[in-house]
């Protein structure tokens, strides 16, 4: 039945080049973004998955971030304890010279002295970002001798959870202010002349030939020497929390990788298929554009037959 009210061909016509316009408009945005899930209303379960994962990716970065703030302080420390073995090694050597019976120990002191004052600033300057681990003050405000570094960032059922790498400065600090019981500055005594002295604060100027001063003098030398071995361990202790700092920060830039290449697969937009199906709406949108002329033009003929 042809009738100039409802022309079922002409709407028939526009809904098939609504729909197509439709699918041409997402197609379009999707290219424009290179997202096939953009909003929740694409996909609802894609796009909280992937929202949640982007999320955790950018606290990987963070904890990326914090790996490399840790190896640098670490490595301050590591750099710093190495110097303090080499100077501890010159003091050692210069105390074996003093052994020698006849030597003017009061000038050898002050070589000693100048090293001590080397050992000093070599503990004061190996800070970085406000963090000094060989040069402390166990006494001071908040003070913890268990220094943390994030290390992961772990999502499970139960919540989120931090992963942090422990150094304990027991064993690896060289000064302490408050109690003197870094490896440099804990005091000893001498067997034969009861004489206090720390490896960075032993003076020899005034020791003699004397048997008892020449049997002080070789306990000196082998309190510097523990210290030397106190300090290679210290510093075997830096070098291992250097390594796995280095081996987390990897596995953390690995993981975020890992994590990207996830939400990649869950919202991101294949281009070549995009590309494809843009030609063809395309060419859709033309022939729909087409058919709604053509059908609207029918309702036209029914004049024809009042002529």
Do not use: C, H
Not at 267 to 288: H, I, W
């Amino acid at each position: 039945m042809a009738s100039i009210n409802t022309n079922i061909s002409a709407m028939t016509a526009l809904r098939s080049l609504n729909a197509t316009n439709a699918a041409l408009d997402k197609t379009q945005a999707r290219i424009s973004t290179g997202l096939k899930v953009g909003s929740a209303e694409d996909n609802a379960g894609y796009w909280s998955i992937a929202t949640t994962m982007r999320s955790d990716q950018s606290a990987l970065s963070t904890v990326n971030d914090a790996l490399g703030l840790g190896a640098a302080t670490v490595d301050v420390a590591y750099t710093g304890m190495n110097k303090a073995i080499d100077v501890a090694k010159e003091i050692k050597n210069k105390l074996v010279a003093a052994r020698q019976p006849g030597v003017d120990r009061a000038k050898i002191q002050t070589e000693i002295t100048e090293l001590q004052n080397q050992l000093t600033s070599i503990g004061d300057a190996s800070a970085f970002s406000g963090e000094n681990w060989l040069s402390v003050d166990s006494g001071a405000a908040g003070y913890n001798d268990t220094k943390t570094i994030v290390a992961s960032f772990t999502r499970s059922s139960a919540g989120v959870s931090i992963g942090t790498i422990s150094v304990s400065l027991t064993s690896v600090k060289l000064f302490d202010a408050d109690d003197q019981s870094g490896i440099l500055d804990t005091e000893s005594t001498t067997t034969n002349g009861g004489v206090d002295y720390a490896v960075s604060t032993l003076d020899i100027s005034a020791l003699t030939d004397d048997a008892n001063d020449l049997a002080d003098l070789e306990e000196m030398i082998g309190t510097v020497d523990d210290s030397i071995a106190s300090m290679t361990d210290a510093a075997a202790t830096l070098g291992s929390a250097k390594q796995r700092i280095t081996m987390q920060k990897d596995f953390v830039s690995a993981l975020s990788d890992a994590i990207g290449r996830g939400i990649s697969a869950l919202v991101d937009a294949d281009m070549t298929e995009e590309s494809t199906k843009l030609q063809a709406l395309q060419v859709q949108q033309q022939l729909g554009t087409q058919a709604l002329s053509i059908a609207n033009q029918s309702s036209q003929s029914i004049l024809s037959l009042f002529r």
